[in-house]
């Protein structure tokens, strides 16, 4: 029990324990090391209970309705089985899906504000979705090239004829006070729009988890009332816009829209003995949390994909899908979701996700303040403009005569779409002169 408590563990938990057994070697200090073990598990139980395992829902929330039966795991293994057979490293075609997002906010709270989020707030969590399944984020250069990865062929986009044929902007409003969880299904039955035409999104304040999905298989989908994302409201938006740190950059929903689209979690259940029916992601014990170095190693791999965008690491530290795996839910929308791709209710234009790229050039000499940031934007909806530190402000994105310093780096375009990254200026040590070995000089004459 204590090893597999251990092995849970915060990894500045493990440092402790470590760092009490190697230099406290006596009776007395191993006691101390037992009492202080058994303080720190229930304390990292706590905490863990409170930040790392309520990352996601998928297994709690599906497992109340399908997910356990025997008939659900045949279906979904012999999907992956017969996805492996037949999969094609093909990817020409573009295919997007209409999102229709439920927007669930106390009663009395206006448009943009509490959890009545604005079009924008919405649109972020959009671009960061766009973003991340063309492989267009900003920390792709993240990604170790010894795993296999690609961009999908998937996008999203606000729907822009809702169900009675009608224009819409995509987006439903509802209040409510209550407990979500305990009304998921009227809830969700009282403001979806059909599965079959729309992806529905819904935001909701207070849930037990950052989010979750219910799974479909290559010949199967979740219950036509639940089928859809949940996001919990603190983790719902892009950058700028996600307020509980660090799951606060729009990757719940990234992870919770693989799910939606077939994939399981990378590890899928403790233990070496079964993956995540993905071939080219590594075989892998248990979930990773935090922002591990790599290679992180479990199963004798060369390294966990701990950056996956399946697994539980911070927002910051996931960066990917692999490559299989985006041809696997590839294949899921062309399957048994393709109805997504014929609706003739929502023909929706696809922008490209606002992306900005930042050239830094650090002070040359100790003391002076020449240093710069350049920063140029592309996509979503130009003109741009460039904010440093919330105070400096200009539409060229060049700022120089920089000191030392860390600097916050905001671009915004006309939609008001926000994107934000954080860049160090650095300089050289100072220049010191050591002189060792004085020695007192000789001096030689000659002559007279």
């Keep these: 029990m204590l090893i597999y408590l251990f092995n849970k563990m915060d990894t500045r938990v493990k440092y402790y324990f470590y760092f009490w057994t190697t230099f406290n070697n006596s009776t007395f200090a191993m006691n101390k090391v037992l009492f202080s073990l058994l303080f720190l598990t229930t304390l990292c139980a706590s905490v863990f209970s409170q930040n790392h395992s309520h990352r996601c829902g998928l297994d709690k929330q599906s497992n109340k309705w399908f997910m356990k039966s025997p008939e659900f795991q045949d279906k979904l293994f012999s999907g992956f089985e017969t996805f492996a057979k037949n999969k094609s490293a093909k990817r020409n075609d573009i295919y997007v899906i209409p999102v229709h997002i439920i927007i669930i906010h106390p ?27 063309s492989r267009k984020n900003a920390d792709t250069v993240d990604t170790p090239t010894s795993f296999s990865v690609s961009p999908t062929g998937i996008r999203f986009c606000l729907a822009t004829i809702g169900p009675n044929g009608n224009p819409t902007n995509g987006i439903t409003r509802y209040a409510f006070n209550g407990d979500f969880d305990a009304n998921e299904y009227n809830i969700k039955e009282a403001t979806r729009w059909n599965r079959d035409k729309y992806l529905n999104i819904w935001s909701a304040p207070n849930i037990e988890f950052l989010g979750y999905a219910y ?102 530290c996931m960066n990917a ?101 954080f860049h160090e200026i650095s300089q050289p040590l100072p220049l010191l002169l050591l002189i060792d070995n004085i020695t007192t000089p000789t001096v030689v004459v000659q002559g007279k």
């Excluded at 950058?239 to 693989?258: C, D, K």
């Design 107 to 133: 009663p009395g709270q206006p448009i943009g504000t509490g959890q009545n989020f604005s079009e924008a707030h919405i649109q972020s969590q959009i671009d960061v979705l766009n973003a991340d399944f």
């Design 321 to 421: 899908f692999s490559t299989q795996q985006g041809l696997y839910m590839e294949s899921i929308l062309t399957g048994i979701r393709s109805s997504l791709l014929d609706s003739v209710l929502s023909p929706c234009q696809i922008d490209e996700p606002l992306l900005m790229a930042v050239t830094k050039e650090n002070i040359k000499c100790f003391g002076q303040n020449n240093g710069k940031l350049i920063v140029s934007a592309t996509g979503g909806t130009p003109p741009y403009s460039f904010t440093l530190n919330n105070t400096i402000n200009n539409n060229s994105g060049t700022f120089d005569n920089l000191p030392t310093g860390m600097y916050e780096v905001r671009v915004r375009d006309s939609k008001n779409t926000i994107i934000t990254s």
């Design 215 to 316: 799974l479909p298989t290559q010949t199967f989908l979740p219950d036509p009332i639940l089928d859809g994302v949940v996001i919990n409201s603190s983790s719902f938006g892009g950058p700028g816009f996600g307020t509980f740190q660090p799951y606060h950059l729009g990757r719940t929903a990234t992870h919770e829209v693989g799910h939606y689209l077939g994939l399981l979690h990378t590890w899928y259940e403790e233990g070496c003995s079964i993956d995540d029916g993905i071939a080219d992601t590594p075989l892998q014990d248990i979930e990773n949390f935090g922002c591990p170095s790599h290679p992180s190693s479990s199963c004798n791999n060369s390294g966990d994909m701990f950056m996956n965008y399946m697994d539980y690491v911070n927002d910051n």
